[in-house]
């Protein structure tokens, strides 16, 4: 009796058909839900005699799993035809979307900025194409200076009888200081002292393209005029920079050195952060690693732009993104950075 009853659902099941995704439900209503044909039969299944059960259990599972398949079939179809017209819309973003990562150097940078921010300087931005009087002359460069030479930088028009009308890809960030200089005067021609800035960006040498040198990198330089400002800031600014970048045990040092901008000038080191300065190979057992150039600025870069360098003093300091990156995640390539290789991207999901 069962067995008949089961033998007619399972036709009845195999010929299932419906319009519309409303149809589907109801043939889910009648035959799978708690009220539906299957569960009823369940219930008679108590009746069934001992000798019975097993073939009877195993048929009433196939009209199930039957029942089951055939309706979710259907639901798919429905959905189908009822997405036809959507499917069309060929300005939709493919699916499955697929979030992407942030680049390491803009997170390098967001840190570096966000750093400095908490310090109380703002940003400034500035042309990538700029005028050599910007990038060269108002930073103090020497007519002769090398980095004026065609082996050294990239040259938009150049002009040899003048060097100073020449237009080129910024060879550093260092010309937007020089624009912020030239622009904080109030109408009468004053300083709207303090200048406090931090200027991220891309610069561009003529370098040939290894995993340590590339024909373009990024820069963060930061400048700072006022009355009164002394080296004593510069070092402890740069201290708590380095602290909150590299971690709180971070030590610092400087060694003299040499740039036109800046008089006195010297080179940074932060304590090794891999051996803790004991000396491995990371910091070529010197216990230090160098990360950026500093000092305060030379009185003629002021007075060249327009700042009473008897009146206000100032420092200026600057480091490569790529540099701090590959400190900070060990990348040992700097083509990495521009290869658009998803798989060395994709590193840097959790870094952010
Ligand atoms: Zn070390």
Not at 240 to 265: C, H, N, Q, V, W
């Amino acid at each position: 009796m069962i067995l008949d009853k089961i033998d007619e659902l399972l036709k009845e099941v195999q010929n299932l058909s419906a319009k519309n995704a409303e149809e589907v439900e109801q043939l889910r209503l009648k035959y799978l839900s708690k009220k539906g044909e299957i569960t009823a039969l369940m219930n008679d299944f108590r009746e069934v005699a001992a000798d019975q059960k097993k073939t009877v259990g195993m048929k009433i599972n196939e009209l199930k799993t039957l029942a089951t398949e055939r309706i979710n079939q259907l639901r798919e179809e429905c959905e189908t035809q009822e997405g036809g017209e959507e499917a069309l819309d060929l300005t939709r973003t493919p699916y499955p979307i697929e979030l992407g990562t942030r680049h390491p150097l803009t997170i390098v940078t967001n840190e570096i900025i966000d750093i400095f921010s908490r310090m109380g300087f703002v940003l400034a931005d500035g042309p990538e194409v700029e005028d050599d009087n910007h990038i060269f002359t108002k930073m103090n460069f020497a007519a002769d200076h090398p980095a004026r030479d065609m082996q050294d930088t990239f040259f938009v028009s150049q002009h040899p009888n003048d060097v100073t009308k020449n237009i080129l890809l910024r060879s550093h960030t260092s010309s937007v200081q020089a624009r912020v200089m030239e622009h904080m005067h109030d109408e009468n021609g004053k300083l709207t002292a303090p200048i406090r800035v931090i200027c991220p960006g891309r610069v561009y040498r003529n370098e040939a393209i290894t995993a340590r040198a590339h024909c373009f990198f990024h820069q963060v330089e930061g400048l700072y005029i006022d009355k009164n400002v002394s080296f004593t800031d510069l070092k402890q600014v740069l201290l708590s920079f380095a602290k909150e970048m590299f971690g709180a045990d971070t030590k610092i040092r400087l060694r003299p050195s040499y740039f036109p901008f800046t008089e006195p000038s010297a080179e940074m080191d932060i304590s090794c952060f891999i051996c803790g300065g004991e000396g491995c190979g990371f910091c070529k057992h010197t216990g230090w690693v160098e990360i950026l150039g500093c000092g305060m600025v030379d009185p003629n870069v002021l007075e060249l732009c327009g700042i009473d360098s008897k009146e206000y003093t100032g420092y200026a300091f600057g480091m490569g993104v790529e540099r701090i990156t590959n400190l900070k995640y060990r990348v040992s390539d700097l083509r990495m950075f521009s290869e658009n290789d998803t798989r060395f991207l994709e590193e840097f999901e959790s870094a952010n």
